[in-house]
């Protein structure tokens, strides 16, 4: 006998965010996003917009330290809503992403009952379940409406991958012991690859996409700006130009945003005001992270590359 479907009973819930402004335009996502210390371009605040207005996950893929989990981070911010957080990693599965059952207190159960010669209990009920990420995303306890980012999927394998066609497509999962699980209202889903393998075309079809480039100079100016507002701005526009140095060599890794955010805030403790050769060829473990980057940098020398980018600035 096929288990019964589960329906979350409907929870009383007002049209859009609770709590979040209406963001009923591209211009509004954007300024809500930048209220919120993140700074999209007009592409990206359109992808958000229409996930948000066509309920579809956006797939955010892009180089590691471009934005893409903090967008998910702002958008969570701007819309008022809590963020749930599923990490993805090599060899996750149904269990630590869905749910698991409480066997402690199932097996506590069944000798509280047999104890007390009461009819047979069934352990495979709701109040036995341990609620993992992308279930509380569906059915949360409380029925506040997320954020539900599932960060870095291009680690997971195959099988997860297409354990989540599902979910992104009809809102709903399967428990085997329950039945399905649907969402009362769906979550906004942010999903987001560096691209370490290719996704699959199913699991694409599902998403809007947005590929996050690694910034110009003036545009990764206004994110230091605005998230480290303290670091002098002579100092943030020669941070920034010299990591734009970097990034024009044939390096394992080149430095991303967040690498340019960690020197600003390296230098700053070190009381520069002022990016020099020696502070630059000390500090650069704050930018690269390998040896064989780090050798290429400075047999490019240090004080050639800071040159160029005082020029650039």
């Known amino acids: ?57 956006l797939l955010l893929e892009g180089e590691a330290g471009v934005g893409k989990t903090e967008c998910a981070k702002a958008l969570a911010a701007c819309l008022g809503a809590p963020l749930v957080r599923l990490q993805c990693y090599e060899g996750i599965d149904v269990h630590q992403a869905l749910y698991e059952w409480n066997h402690p207190r199932q097996l506590l159960a069944i000798r509280q009952q047999e104890a007390a010669a009461t009819r047979a209990l069934d352990v495979f009920t709701p109040e ?11 059915d949360p306890p409380d029925g506040r409406r997320c954020v539900l980012l599932i960060d ?5 394998d195959d099988e997860f991958e297409a354990f989540l066609l599902e979910l992104l497509s ?112 000390a500090t650069l473990g704050s930018l690269l992270k390998y040896q064989e980057d780090l050798v290429a940098v400075r047999a490019a020398g240090s004080a050639a590359l800071l040159a160029r980018a005082r020029a650039d600035a």
């Open 128 to 138: 036995f379940l341990i609620r993992r990420p992308l279930l509380q995303a569906l």
């Open 1 to 57: 006998m096929p288990a019964p479907e589960l329906t979350p009973a409907p929870k009383p819930q007002p049209e859009g965010w609770p709590g979040a402004p209406p963001l009923t335009t591209v211009d509004e996502v954007g300024a809500a996003l930048t209220a919120a210390a993140y700074l999209p371009g007009r592409d990206l605040a359109t992808a958000c917009f229409l996930s948000l207005r066509l309920e579809r996950p």
């Open 170 to 281: 009809d809102w709903q999962v399967t428990i085997p012991e329950l039945g399905t699980v649907r969402a009362a209202q769906p979550p906004a889903v942010i999903c987001t690859s560096n691209r370490t393998r290719e996704l699959h075309d199913a699991l694409k079809r599902r998403c809007l996409f947005h590929w996050i480039d690694y910034p110009n100079l003036e545009e990764e100016l206004a994110i230091v700006r605005t998230r480290l507002p303290t670091v002098p701005a002579a100092l943030a526009r020669q941070v920034v130009a010299f990591v734009h140095e970097l990034r024009s060599l044939d390096l394992y890794k080149v430095p991303g945003v967040a690498e340019t955010l960690d020197w600003a805030q390296a230098l700053v403790a070190l009381g520069e005001d002022r990016v020099t050769p020696e502070t630059a060829e």
């Open 152 to 156: 870095e999927l291009d680690r997971a």
